[in-house]
């Protein structure tokens, strides 16, 4: 059964640095792809990146210069960095696996607000 | 980045009702569309991949299609737990962008 499940601090100060992780299982960082996909409350949906199944990573242009995703396929981890947060960057915060398609698989999400 | 445009923003429709829900992209992405639901409080799910590719587990009632730049979703019937928000996303062109959504009531 795939499931994935994103842990991470619920409150985030302005300019500091967010770090979310994805606990995956059912399924192989190795042989799939996995994406960060976040939603400020009440609004749409913005893809952030991808860390594909050899390992390489993709990031939105608009995220690149604050954005980095690694994993730890020992541990069936994928890891998301953000730095210089500012308050628009409050958003639930999804980890998808990517097959069939794109988003095919979502985890629950996570709030993070972006507040002092 | 190419946009996507999802039409109508709100849609009301009863129970048993055929329903189309329309996405325009702002150039030809192949077919490279897809299609998913999301329920209040919940996190989305994918529906239709590739234009009409039905993922697993996904009731028939729901069907796509479309090519070039113009794509529809479609429920057959309506049923109360198809209330949701339906967004349309493209993965021909990096990044890939998502539709505003269309927010589907009941009558």
């Known amino acids: 059964q795939v499931q994935l499940k994103e842990s991470g601090p619920g409150l985030v100060q302005p300019s500091q640095t967010l770090s979310l992780t994805c606990t995956v299982s059912?399924?192989?960082?190795?042989?799939?792809?996995v994406s960060w996909v976040r939603q400020p409350p009440g609004k749409g949906l913005e893809w952030m990146g991808a860390i594909w199944s050899g390992g390489s990573t993709d990031y939105n242009s608009a995220l690149k210069s604050r954005l980095s995703i690694s994993r730890d396929t020992s541990k069936s981890q994928v890891f998301l960095k953000m730095n210089s947060l500012q308050t628009e960057d409050t958003a639930i915060y999804f980890c998808t696996r990517d097959y069939p398609g794109p988003f095919a698989y979502w985890g629950q999400g996570t709030l993070v607000t972006v507040s002092s | 980045d190419i946009q996507m445009t999802q039409s109508p923003s709100v849609l009301s429709a009863s129970v048993g009702d055929r329903v189309t829900l329309n996405c325009k992209a702002s150039?030809?992405?192949?077919?490279?569309l897809n299609w998913y639901q999301q329920k209040l409080g919940e996190a989305p799910k994918l529906l239709i991949y590739?234009?009409?590719n039905l993922q697993t587990g996904i009731p028939s009632r729901f069907s796509g299609s479309g090519s070039g730049t113009d794509y529809t979703l479609t429920i057959s019937s309506l049923q109360p737990e198809d209330v949701a928000t339906y967004f349309c996303f493209q993965h021909n062109s990096w990044p890939g962008t998502f539709g505003a959504g269309t927010k589907l009531e009941l009558k």
């Open positions: 590739n234009t009409n």
């Open positions: 059912g399924f192989s960082l190795t042989s799939n792809s």
């Open positions: 150039q030809n992405i192949n077919k490279y």
